[in-house]
Structures are given as structure tokens and as C-alpha cells.
């Protein structure tokens, strides 16, 4: 069977444009003389929706979409993924439905099984799923249609199984002669690599061709990388879809494989991902421009350097914000770095500001020394300002901070905190080092001594980072271990790390939860990120060590 994939950037919300996107790939299909074109998991809402869909209008206009494109369909096929309505009571108003239509109308209907609950997902809050998932008879052929999670409950595949029913099987069982997947599924660190597998595994072990078109783009803290693929009845790719960009791709079923999937470094995919979901952040909210702090530091300059490659150089401004703790080599490569990026840059000194706060404040602080109130002042000083530049000019303010930082509460709320994104929150230190490195890899972008020198917030004299942390190898194992891989201290403190170590930072990263519940949204980029995925209580008393 000849069927393209429909690779969209679809839009939450804009369900007129991405009824648009659809179209236009439907009539791309029929010039290629395909049978069936496919469109990503709920491709006319976009994903995820979250409680748009407790908005009446918006699944009305959802459906009237759908009908729409139905009466625009001719002899080609047409799967579209859209909110559906569930009849039966007791149970949820709506279904995660998938549409195919031909000849002027829908000819099929089927829902999504499996609802995910977990980590950034939360189907289950508004979905009804289905009871039953019947083989699509239609021009010949036995369609077995399937959406996201539906597939990802593979015996064989070596993780432990969420849930009893299997609807791949079930579809095989019951006649289907090919698998098709309709999908919005995020990106993270290592997901192409499982991806793939899952579907070869599925394809080899019911011996019939795997068809998986995945959602791309970015929205809200989720970025989707495409890579939609296929694979035959004996497991040998038949295409793969281009990362982290809209894409076309045509397969025949039956053809022969295996085509080779091109490895990619993983510096390379964090370097795309986090520029998607910047640029569709920035856009789909609105913005041109972007603003933030240049330090001098490794953390900006990369954010800078992302900017650049997500906007263009003509829309992003860089501010250097110094007080007597800021060294003059810090302002150099703050100032080489725009020079190497050809962004605006403005060095705004705040030491007249600083000063005069402390003495406005030093009446009400009489008889205590300075301590980290005069540091956080100087960074909250330093939000005002780029905030005021953000408000003037219309730009959003994109925060800098890191994930081993925002972890252990390395940062000012109010202060460095401020801002509309922060993109690199779920990137550990260690991976700031190696994406900044290969970023290098042909010319000198970010400046060396950014690179070399020992990290420091510069808020008091000779401040480094490791005054008051492990050094960020040692924090960023911890941090993976505890947050990421949930295991207890004790487990980690017997894996060899320092019990000093891990009780210090298992205990900075509870006690740091009220300051991530008020940081900007983040790019998520690894299996477990700060957020909506991680849902820690504030208040509480429970204490791992």
C-alpha cells in the first residue's frame, strides 16, 4: 500500500490553520498518487490540548473541521486525528479519536485504548477510552488503526507492561494487515533509539508493516521531533521522516527494505530540539524578539547562541548587568559572545541601583551583616531591568538557569528566575559543557574562557559555584539518580557517592520545590524534567535522608 506520512507542526488551538496544514497535505498525497495519507494525533486540535477540551465551542469547531475536510476528500484516503464525542454514560463526554475518510465522507471512526497518565501525560482526565478497536475493512485492504500509547505496550520489547489489554494484537488477531499509527509523541534524550526499536519489534513479531506518523514542533514545554517512520512485515525500515522539521514521506508497504536510520549526536538532537521548541514557543505565543542577561557565563551564552539559531541574530538583544562583583572578563565574553552571535548588546550597569537599595533598606537591616539578601537583591535588580526592556520592546525574556541549578535552588526567584522561558532547565550542567562544546565544533561561537572558567554567579568577592555545591559531575549524577530515576538516598549514598554529597543535595532539592513552582516554563529535553511531569507537594513534611 502507498501511503505518505503528514509530518505537521500543528498549533494548539488553531484549529482552522491546522485544518489548513491537513488539506494541504491531503492535496500533496494526491499529486503523489498515493492511497492513504496520514496526519498526527489529534492533528486538528493539536497537542496536547489539556482543558481546552472542557471548552464546548472549541470541540464544536473541532468537528466542524473534521466535516469540512471530509467533503474534500476524493478517491485518496485521508486519517485525521480530532476530538471525538462519547455517547455512552456513564463515562467521560470525549474520546481521542482517529477519522479515516474517503469519498466525500467518514467511513470509520476508531478511539484510543491506552491513555497515559504518567510523567507529562494526562489523558485520562478527559478521554473515555475505547472498549473495543475493530479492523478497518476499506478498498480491499484490513487497516489496523492505532493512536500513540496504543502501540507502546509491546510484550517483547523489554519494559514492564502498563496495562492488560494489548491493541496492536488484538488488531492482528482480528485480521489487520497492516498497523498504522496515528501519534503525538514528546521528545526526550535517547527516545528515537527506543522508538525505533518498539516498531521494528512490532513489526517483526505480528510479521506485518508498521506505519507510525508522529506529530513535530513544539508547544508549551513539549517538543515533538517527527521521525515519523515505517517498517515492513519483516522489520526493515522503509522511510524515515526528517527530525525536528515538518516532512512528507511516501512508503510502499510492501517494498523491501531495510534502509539504514543515519545516527545523530545526541549534542546535535539537544541543539535541535531545544531550537524548536524555542522558536515555536516564541511564535505561537505571539513574540518576534527575545531578550535575556548576558553574564558572561557558559549558561547565557548558550541560551544566546540558541536564540540566535531559533530567531535570527536581528532578534535577539543581550544585556550585560554589572555590579563591583563583576569582572571585567566576565563583560569581555559577554561582549565577544554577541560579537561572535552579531546580536545588539547594551552593558547596563547596576551598582548606582544597588547601592541605593541598601541604603533605602539599611535602616530596617540595622545590626545584621550582608548575607544572600544583598546577592538575591543584586539579581532581583537585574530582573527588573530586563523585564522593563522586555515590556518596552515587546520581547520575551528568556531565563538562563539550568536544571542542576533549578534543582538545587541555585537561583533568585524574582530575580535571575524572571522571564517567559526558560530553556535550558531540563539540561543538566554537564550536558550545558558538552552541547556548548560542540557548538564550537567549527568556529569559536560561545568564547573559551566561558567555557574553561570555574562557573561563579559573581554576587560576592572570588564567589564559585563549588562553594556551596559538589562539583556538577558529582551533583548531576545525584540529581539523575534521585529525581529522574527515583531511587533512595540510601541506594545512592551505597552506589559510592559521598553521604555528605547526597544529603546535601537530596535535601536543597525538596526544600527548592516552591521556587520551581513559580519558575517560567521549561523545554523538556530528558525523561524526567522539572514541572508538569514531577508533581511534588510545596508544603509538606516528608523527608527522604
Known amino acids: 500500500m502507498r501511503i505518505a506520512l503528514a509530518q505537521l507542526n500543528t498549533t494548539v488551538g488553531d484549529i482552522a490553520g491546522n485544518e489548513g496544514l491537513v488539506l494541504e497535505a491531503y492535496r500533496r498525497g494526491v499529486e503523489a498518487q498515493v492511497e492513504l495519507v496520514l496526519t498526527p494525533e489529534l492533528s486538528l486540535t493539536g497537542y496536547p490540548p489539556r482543558d481546552l477540551l472542557l471548552r464546548e465551542s472549541f470541540i464544536r469547531a473541532n468537528q466542524a473541521a473534521l466535516e469540512r475536510l471530509a467533503a474534500a476528500v476524493g478517491e485518496v484516503g485521508l486519517i485525521v486525528g480530532f476530538v471525538g464525542e462519547n455517547p455512552v454514560r456513564p463515562g467521560r463526554p470525549l474520546t481521542n479519536a482517529a477519522a479515516l475518510m474517503h469519498r466525500g465522507r467518514v467511513v470509520a471512526i476508531r478511539t484510543k485504548t491506552l491513555l497515559p497518565t504518567y510523567d507529562v501525560f494526562d489523558e485520562d482526565r478527559y478521554f473515555e477510552p475505547a ?3 475493530a479492523v478497518i475493512h476499506w478498498e480491499g485492504r484490513k487497516l489496523g488503526l492505532t493512536i500513540c500509547e496504543d502501540i507502546w505496550n509491546e510484550a517483547e520489547f523489554g519494559v514492564p507492561r502498563r496495562y492488560r489489554p494489548d491493541p496492536a494484537a488484538a488488531l492482528v488477531a482480528s485480521g489487520a494487515e497492516i498497523l498504522v499509527n496515528l501519534s503525538a509523541s514528546p521528545w526526550q534524550l535517547g527516545k528515537e533509539q527506543r522508538r525505533c526499536a518498539l516498531l521494528r519489534s512490532l513489526a ?11 506529530l513535530v514542533g513544539g508547544n508549551d514545554e513539549l517538543v515533538f521531533d517527527g521521525r515519523s517512520l515505517a ?18 514521506l511516501i512508503v510502499d508497504t510492501e517494498a523491501a527494505g531495510d534502509r539504514p536510520l543515519v545516527p545523530v549526536a545526541d549534542e546535535a538532537l539537544l541543539h535541535d530540539a531545544l531550537v524548536l521548541g524555542m522558536r515555536d514557543y516564541v511564535g505561537k505565543c505571539g513574540f518576534r524578539s527575545v531578550v535575556l542577561g548576558l553574564s558572561g557565563g557558559i549558561d547565557s551564552a548558550l541560551v544566546a547562541a540558541l536564540a540566535v539559531d531559533a530567531l535570527g541574530a536581528e532578534n535577539v538583544r543581550g544585556l550585560a ?9 566576565s563583560i569581555d565574553d559577554a561582549r565577544s559572545l554577541a560579537a561572535n552571535l552579531g546580536i545588539r548588546f547594551d552593558v547596563v550597569p547596576i551598582q548606582g541601583s544597588f547601592e541605593a537599595l541598601k541604603r533605602q533598606m539599611g535602616p ?3 545590626g545584621r551583616s550582608e548575607d544572600t539578601t544583598e546577592e538575591n537583591l543584586q539579581a532581583r535588580l537585574r530582573g527588573v531591568t530586563l523585564m522593563a526592556m522586555s515590556n518596552k520592546f515587546g520581547s520575551l525574556l528568556l531565563t538562563t538557569g539550568n536544571k ?3 534543582a538545587v535552588g541555585y537561583c533568585t526567584l ?11 532547565s531540563d539540561l543538566p550542567k554537564t550536558w550545558v559543557y558538552r552541547v556548548s562544546r560542540w557548538m564550537n565544533r567549527d568556529r569559536e561561537i560561545i568564547p573559551s574562557s566561558s567555557i574553561t572558567k570555574a562557573p561563579s554567579a559573581e554576587l560576592r568577592p572570588n564567589q564559585t559555584d563549588q562553594d556551596s555545591l559538589p562539583p556538577y559531575e558529582v551533583l548531576d549524577a545525584i540529581l539523575e539518580a534521585y529525581v529522574v530515576e527515583d531511587r533512595p538516598a540510601a541506594e545512592i549514598i551505597a552506589a559510592g557517592f559521598s553521604e555528605a554529597d547526597v544529603r546535601r543535595v537530596v535535601r536543597l532539592i525538596d526544600l527548592s520545590e516552591y521556587k520551581r513552582r513559580q519558575a517560567a516554563p521549561g523545554l523538556k529535553v530528558t525523561s524526567r524534567a522539572f514541572g508538569v511531569g514531577r508533581r511534588q507537594p510545596v508544603a509538606q513534611r516528608w523527608r527522604e535522608i
Do not use: K, W
Open 131 to 133: 472498549s473495543e478497536n
Open 204 to 214: 517483526r513479531r505480528h510479521q506485518v508493516p508498521v506505519v507510525y506518523c508522529n
Open 231 to 248: 517498517f515492513n512485515s519483516e522489520g526493515e525500515c522503509l522511510g524515515e521522516a526528517a527530525h525536528f522539521s515538518s516532512d512528507f
Open 321 to 329: 548587568l554589572p555590579t563591583e562583583f563583576s569582572s571585567a572578563g
Open 364 to 366: 530596617l537591616f540595622e
Open 404 to 406: 542542576s541549578e533549578l
Open 414 to 424: 524574582y530575580g535571575d528566575m524572571c522571564g517567559g522561558l526558560a530553556v535550558i
